[in-house]
């Protein structure tokens, strides 16, 4: 017996760009996908597809939808190791274990990603000059390979393997268990400080003197211009030493239709920053927050992503290197404001020297600047490739899982790992990215 593959045309990434058509299929049970391994047809396994690129699409072929593999499998309260299946979220995982003091050594932006997702992009977080990627944290994988069957690979076991499957991009075979070492926690809130800046400079030096907060990270007005370029606010915080362990509830609002998304235009865009900076100068400098407003601001608003409109939206994430670092965020905070389009969500963080066990793991010890810009067809194309060439002159690179577009020029000098890690693939395993990237 085979899993049931249904035809669907709605798949899509977190952006929205482009649709396209995908067999599609739920597996309950680990020996589900033993059997998809099996099948003459190669595609590619998923979780809740939070990546903004063609990382997690494979068109015209098949899907395997991880996330119906949600159970937690063994937790031990004394060391805070946690095994459990790859389609379970992070946010079931802080829903069950907060309370008993227990949360994620780094988490992306947004909760609802799973574990196998995390760990097939590397994700990272605001920590990471403290912790470095998820995949630090990673113990062990059960990995299902087409052509070995069932692996346990972990740094001590098939560590060549395990070190292409963190940040691999589901390309290495499909992960179905993670065992994963938790972080203890005395409190679900956090002490922040907020830090208004006037410039990048101001942003930059901030963020280099956040050494001793956990987590820090900058909004920046990708607006501004001049000698406010870069103009920002830097926030920082450390965990709480007192105060209850209370988990986070559900999302309370919801963008309910994409045509809001003509309300998105250079006026507005300037207009919400110039004034979400001078808010800014009005906060309190130290407050207390619970988790989930400071590491999950977006997840308050369920399908936030319609707010660019039917065309969707492209995400650009860039890391550029210490030796090039403010001098290029400037340059392409330039490019930014002289094209007119912005981004509500620019974000800037510092990347520490912590390495990742993973071959193609994105970060690197330098600025890493993160925005989303409206789809507005050639126009954003044009200017996302002018980006391009700050960052590849600046011996940068882009993030895979959040670059619908990225060119095979930038990912292959992004990625000098990227022959050894090829060699690991498995051949049952495509996605619409790697397909692009080596054509």
């Known amino acids: 017996m085979t899993m049931h593959f249904q035809e669907r045309t709605d798949i899509q990434s977190w952006g929205r760009v482009g649709k396209r058509v995908h067999r599609v299929a739920q597996p309950r049970f680990p020996v589900d996908v033993r059997r998809w391994n099996r099948l003459a047809e190669s595609g590619l396994a998923v979780g809740s597809r939070r990546s903004y690129s063609d990382v997690c699409l494979c068109d015209g072929g098949q899907i395997?939808?991880?996330?119906?593999?949600?159970?937690?499998?063994?937790?031990?309260?004394?060391?805070?190791?946690?095994?459990?299946?790859?389609?379970?979220?992070?946010?079931?995982?802080?829903?069950?274990?907060?309370?008993?003091?227990?949360f994620v050594a780094v988490t992306p932006g947004t909760r609802f990603v799973t574990l196998g997702g995390a760990v097939a992009n590397d994700v990272h977080g605001k920590n990471h000059h403290w912790s470095g990627t998820f995949g630090r944290h990673v113990r062990g994988l059960v990995l299902e390979r087409s052509t070995e069957g069932t692996l346990l690979v972990g740094p001590d076991a098939h560590h060549e393997l395990f070190g292409a499957t963190v940040g691999g991009l589901?390309?290495?075979?499909?992960?179905?268990?993670?065992?994963?070492?938790?972080?203890r926690i005395e409190s679900s809130q956090l002490d922040v400080e907020t830090v208004p800046c006037q410039n990048l400079?101001?942003?930059?030096?901030?963020?280099?003197?956040?050494?001793?907060?956990?987590?820090?990270?900058?909004?920046?007005?990708?607006?501004?211009?001049?000698?406010?370029?870069?103009?920002?606010?830097?926030?920082?915080?450390?965990?709480?030493?007192?105060?209850?362990?209370?988990?986070?509830?559900?999302?309370?609002?919801?963008?309910?239709?994409?045509?809001?998304?003509?309300?998105?235009?250079?006026l507005s865009l300037r207009a919400f920053n110039r004034l979400y900076h001078a808010r800014s100068k009005l906060r309190q400098r130290r407050t207390r927050s619970h988790y989930?407003?400071?590491?999950?601001?977006?997840?308050?608003?369920?399908?936030?992503?319609?707010?660019?409109g039917r065309e969707?939206?492209?995400?650009?994430?860039?890391?550029?290197?210490?030796?090039?670092?403010?001098?290029?965020?400037?340059?392409?905070?330039?490019?930014?404001?002289?094209?007119?389009?912005?981004?509500?969500?620019?974000?800037l963080k510092r990347f520490g020297d912590v390495p990742s066990p993973g071959l193609l793991s994105f970060p690197m010890?330098?600025?890493?600047?993160?925005?989303?810009?409206?789809?507005?067809?050639q126009a954003t194309v044009?200017?996302?490739?002018?980006?391009?060439?700050?960052?590849?002159?600046?011996?940068?690179?882009?993030?895979?899982?959040?670059?619908?577009?990225?060119?095979v020029e930038?990912?292959?000098?992004?990625?000098?790992?990227?022959?050894?890690?090829?060699?690991?693939?498995?051949?049952?395993?495509?996605?619409?990215f790697w397909k692009k990237v080596t054509a």
């Open 64 to 102: 395997v939808d991880m996330t119906g593999l949600d159970r937690f499998i063994t937790f031990d309260p004394a060391t805070g190791v946690l095994v459990a299946e790859a389609g379970v979220t992070i946010d079931a995982l802080l829903k069950t274990l907060v309370p008993l003091g227990y």
């Open 312 to 347: 969707g939206f492209y995400q650009f994430q860039c890391v550029v290197p210490d030796r090039a670092g403010q001098g290029a965020v400037r340059e392409l905070l330039k490019q930014i404001a002289k094209s007119g389009e912005g981004s509500f969500l620019a974000v």
């Open 201 to 266: 400079a101001e942003v930059c030096h901030e963020l280099e003197a956040s050494d001793g907060f956990e987590h820090s990270v900058a909004w920046v007005d990708c607006t501004a211009s001049g000698e406010s370029v870069g103009r920002g606010i830097v926030t920082r915080a450390n965990w709480a030493r007192d105060g209850i362990l209370d988990p986070h509830g559900p999302a309370k609002r919801s963008m309910p239709t994409d045509r809001v998304g003509a309300l998105l235009n250079p």
């Open 170 to 183: 589901g390309l290495t075979g499909i992960i179905t268990e993670v065992e994963l070492q938790l972080q």
């Open 410 to 432: 930038a990912f292959r000098q992004g990625y000098p790992t990227l022959e050894s890690f090829s060699r690991l693939i498995d051949p049952r395993c495509r996605s619409d």
């Open 292 to 308: 989930n407003a400071f590491l999950y601001p977006l997840d308050s608003i369920l399908h936030w992503n319609r707010l660019y």
């Open 365 to 377: 010890p330098g600025l890493t600047l993160a925005l989303d810009f409206r789809n507005r067809g």
């Open 382 to 407: 044009d200017l996302l490739a002018r980006l391009d060439s700050v960052v590849l002159e600046a011996g940068g690179r882009h993030y895979p899982a959040k670059d619908m577009r990225l060119p």
